[in-house]
């Protein structure tokens, strides 16, 4: 085993008593050299191992089971194994595509909207996806959680009253031990100010085995608690998916998903339309934003355009219920945040008259009555 295929640092020994999660870490691929056993065509296996120093190479076992090995293009394949059209670097690529590093006071936080900061436990995962948009960070820092480094972070926070949501991110917050979470949650809700604890985490989809009676007992306190998952297509959402959303939301926490637009894994109305639905009606876990492909290297053979991004969320909401329907954002590369590149449904205007799209297609006309 090598030190990065522990979760955490040896001072923080996971408890053994969660065998099964800990087996399917085990059994999974936890290194390049894995991959030697799998399946790949020629061009993967060539390219695997300078694809591994751009990015590591983690799966554990209950996702790698989703492949289906007989279809090259298979949507959960394409996501984790490394591709040769990683090493193909394009102009304006960006290490950091979302100014995390610009905005960040302190070692492990970034602070750009004034109510709520991202703090980063550890720069570690249970499965590294290939589209990462912070691969560059978890390559170049890649350290687990440390009781010390967390320290300035957590200073800033209690020093900084408009704080009300502290952000888990990393990495994966929930790849930590059950005693590590437990000490960062107290700490977090030690400070009176902040009224939220947000995980976002990949550990539901890729390690459902990991959300034990433990790990919500670690989470739960003072804070409202919001688990926003990252679920990108609905061949991800199984038994063992769902039985660990069920245990987050029966201990009370809010449940939203994140998904990342992919060429090849999900940029098709079917595919997002699915995952949508199935997030909700099987899961009860509200979609909430699907990103637009961050300007991470070597992803240009999995980005969309923007325009084909619209498209497909103008459809999502023609087809899709409101509580269905994710907000569909692009996160700006110097830092302006994430914003809304939805399709416009407004047509025009002239005074106190719109004209406006309607979901069929049509456009109508509004007019404003407002008292004086
Ligand atoms: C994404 C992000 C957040 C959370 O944004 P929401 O729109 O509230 O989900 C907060 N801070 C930073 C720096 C972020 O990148
Ligand atoms: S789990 Fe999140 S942080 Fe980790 S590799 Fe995947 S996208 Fe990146």
Request: proline residues 6%.
């Amino acid at each position: 085993m090598t030190s990065d295929a522990n979760f955490s640092d040896a001072s923080e020994r996971i408890d053994t008593s969660d065998a099964t999660w800990q087996t399917d870490v085990r059994a999974g691929v936890r290194h390049v050299r894995d991959l030697a056993f799998l399946p790949l065509s020629p061009g993967e296996r060539a390219a695997a191992q300078a694809a591994a120093a751009n990015h590591k190479v983690r799966i554990p076992k209950a996702y790698l089971d989703l492949i289906d090995w007989n279809d090259p293009a298979d949507p959960i394949r394409a996501q984790v194994i490394p591709s040769p059209d990683e090493l193909l670097e394009q102009d304006g690529e960006l290490d950091d595509p979302i100014a995390d590093h610009a905005f960040s006071p302190a070692p492990r936080l970034t602070h750009r909207h004034a109510d709520r900061v991202l703090l980063f436990p550890t720069y570690q995962c249970a499965v590294y996806c290939r589209f990462c948009f912070r691969k560059e960070s978890l390559t170049s820092i890649g350290r687990g959680y440390t009781r010390e480094a967390l320290e300035p972070a957590l200073a800033y926070i209690a020093d900084h009253p408009e704080i009300r949501e502290v952000i888990l991110t990393g990495g994966d917050p929930l790849s930590l031990p059950d005693k590590a979470l437990a000490e960062i949650r107290a700490r977090i809700e030690a400070i009176a100010h902040v009224r939220l604890l947000r995980i976002h985490t990949r550990v539901p989809v890729a390690l459902p085995s990991r959300i034990t009676p433990g790990l919500v007992a670690a989470l739960q306190g003072r804070l409202m608690v919001t688990v926003v998952t990252h679920f990108n297509h609905a061949r991800e959402i199984t038994d063992a998916t769902e039985a660990a959303c069920r245990t987050l939301r029966q201990a009370g926490f809010v449940l939203l998903n994140q998904s990342v637009l992919l060429k090849g894994v999900n940029d098709t109305v079917e595919v997002l339309e699915e995952l949508c639905r199935e997030l909700m009606y099987r899961l009860g876990v509200k979609p909430y934003y699907l990103h637009h492909g961050d300007l991470a290297r070597g992803m240009a053979h999995r980005r969309t355009t923007i325009a084909q991004g619209q498209a497909l969320a103008a459809a999502l909401r023609a087809r899709l219920s409101g509580i269905c329907n994710p907000v569909y954002v692009l996160d700006l590369p110097e830092g302006g945040g994430k914003v809304p590149i939805g399709p416009c449904y407004i047509e025009g205007r002239d005074g106190e008259s719109w004209r406006l799209r309607g979901l069929d297609g049509e456009v109508k006309g509004y007019q404003e009555v407002v008292g004086e």
